[in-house]
């Protein structure tokens, strides 16, 4: 089914349990919480920019064993769909498109995790986890803001890096998000992964990726999974890149999905005086906590 015309604007936030969601996401809520996980369901969570897509290619094609061309076969959101996405109706939500896919499924979500359906946690189902630090982060999501323009207003930069200190922004507070998988991950199957970790070393994180999946495979296939999923190669790819998703949503002439895909991009936004202010309210926000973040690499 395709949109009516014009029912894709800037939808307003909608606050479910504290956290600011999407109105058609709020909407819908009910669905989403009674969502019927699988046992062999795996989940990829991150709060949004934090290389959600990249683990998605990497998980696709450890899945199939390295096959390129199996993994062009449909482009990201349709090989594993976006649990809490919801547009106006006749669309189809993601908890419709998941309950008629066959297990097993590779389910995409950006839920902080005390949002995340309990039957996920009750099956006790894998999760993998990417965090990826704040400043590269934010900068990501204001560029993502731009060009989706079903997300609410960015406004400027510089009210934009406000409203992500003041965790306003769509799904909340990146804080809580990257501190309430890390404080759940031994209690769960939790996979937590670095951005910045998998940027440095690919091989060796795709490993510790193939190792969590039991699907340990060849030094050959490892090598063309990093290749098929290194940024450039990426970015020319179609169905990894979001360039077939409806230009409707996503206006790549404001900003291509797939920007800079660095460590450290933040330095080109930041200006010192933004720098200092975040620092100083970044070690506040995140005292008493044994997650660390590196902002360059
Ligand atoms: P930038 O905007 O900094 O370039 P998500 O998929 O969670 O929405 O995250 C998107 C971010 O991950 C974008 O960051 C995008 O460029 C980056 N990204 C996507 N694929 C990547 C890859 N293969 N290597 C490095 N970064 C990648």
């Known amino acids: 089914k395709s949109a009516p015309e014009g029912v894709f604007k800037r939808f307003p936030l909608t606050m479910v349990h504290g956290i600011p969601l999407m109105e058609p996401i709020a909407e819908n809520w009910q669905q989403i919480e009674e969502f019927q996980a699988r046992t062999d369901d795996l989940l990829i969570a991150t709060y949004p920019k934090a290389g959600t897509t990249w683990m998605q290619e990497i998980v696709d094609l450890i899945n ?19 649990l809490e996405i ?43 986890y990417v965090a990826r630090n704040a400043k590269d982060c934010v900068v990501s999501f204001y560029h993502f803001d731009k060009m989706n323009v079903t997300q609410p207003e960015p406004g400027s930069w510089h009210e934009y890096l406000q409203k992500f200190m003041e965790e306003k922004l769509p799904l909340g507070s990146w804080y809580d998000h990257v501190r309430g998988y890390w404080d759940e991950k031994d209690k769960h199957r939790i996979l937590y992964m670095f951005y910045e970790d998998i940027k440095e070393d690919p091989a060796r994180e795709i490993r510790k990726v193939m190792h969590f999946l039991e699907k340990d495979q060849s030094e050959k296939v490892l090598q063309k999974i990093v290749h098929h999923t290194l940024f450039q190669v990426m970015k020319e790819n179609p169905m990894a890149n979001y360039s077939s998703f409806p230009t409707s949503i996503l206006d790549h002439s404001i900003s291509p999905f797939m920007r800079k895909g660095e460590v450290g991009n933040w330095k080109h936004h930041f200006t010192v005086a933004q720098n200092e202010v975040f620092d100083a309210h970044y070690q506040h926000r995140m005292m008493g906590t044994t997650l660390a973040f590196r902002t360059q690499i």
């Open 64 to 82: 199939n064993e390295g096959d390129i061309e199996m993994a062009r076969r449909a482009p990201t959101h349709v090989r594993i769909p976006f």
């Open 86 to 128: 919801c547009s106006p109706k006749p669309l189809p939500s993601g908890v419709d498109i998941l309950e008629k896919t066959p297990s097993p499924r590779t389910i995409k979500t950006h839920l902080p995790f005390q949002l995340v359906p309990k039957s996920f946690w009750k099956l006790n189902c894998k999760t993998i």
